[in-house]
């Protein structure tokens, strides 16, 4: 809802106005935007101006709007905010404001919570992984074991470097028990035995390749930060990576974007994790290591059956001899870096053509098709494991997709969308500029989060009568549902695509809540 400016206020607005003045033509009715998200800063004018404030270089009108941002949120207020100023075109300015109806942007409104895409946890499901915390001690075979690892690394770190390896202080049984109880869960034997013996590896010694053991206190606290096991993996209902891709090799690793028991023990410091796995797929093992970060897609990728295994292969690289020494060991290891997606322009050839030229065909998952003239997507049985197709500026689509495919965002101007009846998987969808009718996707039993905003579409009332759950469309079609006085019975979340001023924002978000 929209909330008024006090007077303790003014001396804020006073000065934003003063700033967008210069961004905005006077002369003419005009409107200039922020949206404040997470820390985040978004800017939009209508109409459309090159020089809009963009939060890299006008450090005071970044902390002007911080400032009035915090003078504008009550305590505990996080939701995203919209702030604009508007010209008349005679003289008049006005500040507005107004919070996004949930904790989504302000064009989105979520209306059931709980609601997640497949392959998304919902909060609250039950925790059934990892062994519960115990008092018993390290397992000794394990510590003897992990014991002989460390001892065969310091003698190699010593030979390159001329010293020891500056490891952290050894932690104690009561430590560990004090860790896991506060985390509820078991740490693996081999990570136990590693903290009783070096505490940590925060000086990147190189014990475990490129990851370092992070201290027991900041795994505990990173574990219990927020929802455990998440980080980083888009779970907005209408992110860009709405499919949840598999790690390699198959079936090691649960196929969803967290895990309650993926427990962050390393990292690199350079933006990427490395976490054990306590809640494996049907071919993986408790205690197995994934890794995640600015250089994975994925959401995980798979590096080891264990620490141990992952200390072995280490050893095994220094006994070869073949490391070289820069400040730490230059050790080359398998990362699960493996290739997940693939960006094709297919132009005039034949699709079958172009995904013979793609060396990691046989692991895509996420295929983007460009430019192409014609489509036949039968030609996809080459690439087994995709689940999410994105055809952009297509002619000619031949529609045959295989049922690995969860996802499909379809810009083309030709395609018949009735070829897709029946598809047992396809759940998220998004069509650009080809016409569409509502009776060829009541025939997709799976669809659930739906994508119309750029494109014609010939019933749109008839869309409330989809079992849609996440649904995009533009003003004037969202108008349409409001002008029938229908939404999606199931509907969990809208998201009003385009521009919008604040006044608009809220009146379609009010509409929508009060409508369901």
């Given at each position: 809802?929209?909330?008024?400016?006090?007077?303790?206020?003014?001396?804020?607005?006073?000065?934003?106005?003063?700033?967008?003045?210069?961004?905005?033509?006077?002369?003419?009715?005009?409107?200039?935007?922020?949206?404040?998200?997470?820390?985040?800063?978004?800017?939009?004018?209508?109409?459309?101006?090159?020089?809009?404030?963009?939060?890299?270089?006008?450090?005071?009108?970044?902390?002007?709007?911080?400032?009035?941002?915090?003078?504008?949120?009550?305590?505990?207020?996080?939701?995203?905010?919209?702030?604009?100023?508007?010209?008349?075109?005679?003289?008049?300015?006005?500040?507005?404001?107004?919070?996004?109806?949930?904790?989504?942007?302000?064009?989105?409104?979520?209306?059931?919570?709980?609601?997640?895409?497949?392959?998304?946890?919902?909060?609250?499901?039950?925790?059934?992984?990892?062994?519960?915390?115990?008092?018993?001690?390290?397992?000794?075979?394990?510590?003897?074991?992990?014991?002989?690892?460390?001892?065969?690394?310091?003698?190699?770190?010593?030979?390159?470097?001329?010293?020891?390896?500056?490891?952290?202080?050894?932690?104690?049984?009561?430590?560990?028990?004090?860790?896991?109880?506060?985390?509820?869960?078991?740490?693996?034997?081999?990570?136990?035995?590693?903290?009783?013996?070096?505490?940590?590896?925060?000086?990147?010694?190189?014990?475990?390749?490129?990851?370092?053991?992070?201290?027991?206190?900041?795994?505990?606290?990173?574990?219990?930060?927020?929802?455990?096991?998440?980080?980083?993996?888009?779970?907005?209902?209408?992110?860009?990576?709405?499919?949840?891709?598999?790690?390699?090799?198959?079936?090691?690793?649960?196929?969803?974007?967290?895990?309650?028991?993926?427990?962050?023990?390393?990292?690199?410091?350079?933006?990427?994790?490395?976490?054990?796995?306590?809640?494996?797929?049907?071919?993986?093992?408790?205690?197995?290591?994934?890794?995640?970060?600015?250089?994975?897609?994925?959401?995980?990728?798979?590096?080891?059956?264990?620490?141990?295994?992952?200390?072995?292969?280490?050893?095994?690289?220094?006994?070869?001899?073949?490391?070289?020494?820069?400040?730490?060991?230059?050790?080359?290891?398998?990362?699960?870096?493996?290739?997940?997606?693939?960006?094709?322009?297919?132009?005039?050839?034949?699709?079958?053509?172009?995904?013979?030229?793609?060396?990691?065909?046989?692991?895509?998952?996420?295929?983007?098709?460009?430019?192409?003239?014609?489509?036949?997507?039968?030609?996809?049985?080459?690439?087994?494991?995709?689940?999410?197709?994105?055809?952009?500026?297509?002619?000619?689509?031949?529609?045959?997709?295989?049922?690995?495919?969860?996802?499909?965002?379809?810009?083309?101007?030709?395609?018949?969308?009735?070829?897709?009846?029946?598809?047992?998987?396809?759940?998220?969808?998004?069509?650009?500029?080809?016409?569409?009718?509502?009776?060829?996707?009541?025939?997709?039993?799976?669809?659930?989060?739906?994508?119309?905003?750029?494109?014609?579409?010939d019933d749109v009332p008839a869309l409330a009568d989809l079992g849609i759950r996440a649904l995009t469309l533009n003003a004037d079609q969202w108008a349409q549902l409001r002008a029938a006085g229908r939404l999606p019975k199931d509907l969990a979340a809208a998201r009003r695509a385009g521009k919008a001023r604040v006044a608009e924002l809220v009146d379609w978000s009010g509409w929508v809540m009060s409508a369901r």
């Amino acid at each position: 809802m929209l909330t008024p400016v006090t007077e303790d206020r003014e001396a804020l607005v006073d000065e934003l106005v003063r700033m967008v003045r210069g961004q905005l033509d006077p002369t003419r009715e005009s409107t200039w935007q922020v949206e404040i998200s997470g820390g985040v800063m978004e800017f939009r004018t209508f109409p459309e101006r090159a020089n809009v404030l963009d939060g890299r270089d006008h450090a005071r009108e970044f902390t002007l709007l911080q400032a009035l941002g915090a003078s504008l949120r009550g305590p505990g207020e996080d939701r995203p905010l919209v702030m604009e100023v508007s010209s008349d075109g005679s003289g008049g300015w006005t500040f507005r404001h107004a919070f996004a109806a949930s904790a989504a942007a302000v064009n989105t409104v979520v209306l059931d919570s709980d609601y997640r895409h497949p392959g998304h946890p919902r909060p609250g499901m039950p925790r059934t992984g990892a062994a519960a915390p115990t008092d018993e001690p390290t397992d000794p075979s394990v510590l003897a074991h992990v014991a002989g690892l460390v001892a065969r690394f310091t003698e190699h770190y010593q030979r390159l470097s001329g010293e020891a390896p500056e490891f952290g202080e050894a932690r104690t049984e009561a430590d560990l028990v004090a860790a896991e109880r506060e985390m509820g869960l078991r740490l693996p034997e081999d990570v136990r035995a590693l903290y009783r013996l070096i505490g940590d590896d925060r000086n990147e010694t190189g014990l475990m390749g490129r990851y370092s053991l992070l201290s027991l206190e900041g795994v505990a606290s990173e574990y219990l930060e927020g929802q455990p096991g998440a980080w980083g993996w888009d779970e907005d209902l209408f992110g860009l990576n709405r499919v949840v891709l598999e790690a390699d090799p198959p079936g090691l690793v649960r196929r969803v974007s967290r895990n309650d028991w993926w427990v962050v023990v390393a990292s690199d410091f350079g933006g990427n994790y490395c976490a054990l796995d306590l809640d494996p797929g049907p071919g993986g093992r408790p205690g197995q290591l994934l890794v995640y970060g600015r250089d994975y897609h994925g959401p995980v990728g798979y590096i080891a059956e264990s620490v141990t295994a992952r200390m072995e292969a280490v050893l095994a690289e220094l006994d070869a001899g073949e490391v070289e020494w820069d400040g730490y060991p230059d050790i080359s290891l398998p990362d699960g870096d493996d290739p997940y997606n693939a960006s094709e322009r297919v132009g005039d050839r034949d699709l079958a053509d172009v995904l013979r030229e793609i060396p990691h065909r046989d692991t895509v998952q996420q295929l983007y098709l460009n430019d192409a003239e014609t489509l036949d997507l039968s030609a996809l049985t080459a690439t087994p494991r995709v689940r999410e197709l994105r055809i952009n500026r297509a002619g000619h689509v031949d529609l045959r997709l295989p049922d690995t495919v969860e996802g499909l965002k379809l810009d083309a101007r030709h395609a018949d969308l009735s070829v897709l009846s029946g598809h047992p998987a396809l759940w998220d969808l998004t069509v650009k500029d080809l016409p569409v009718r509502v009776a060829d996707l009541a025939r997709l039993p799976a669809l659930s989060s739906l994508d119309l905003s750029e494109t014609e579409v010939d019933d749109v009332p008839a869309l409330a009568d989809l079992g849609i759950r996440a649904l995009t469309l533009n003003a004037d079609q969202w108008a349409q549902l409001r002008a029938a006085g229908r939404l999606p019975k199931d509907l969990a979340a809208a998201r009003r695509a385009g521009k919008a001023r604040v006044a608009e924002l809220v009146d379609w978000s009010g509409w929508v809540m009060s409508a369901r």
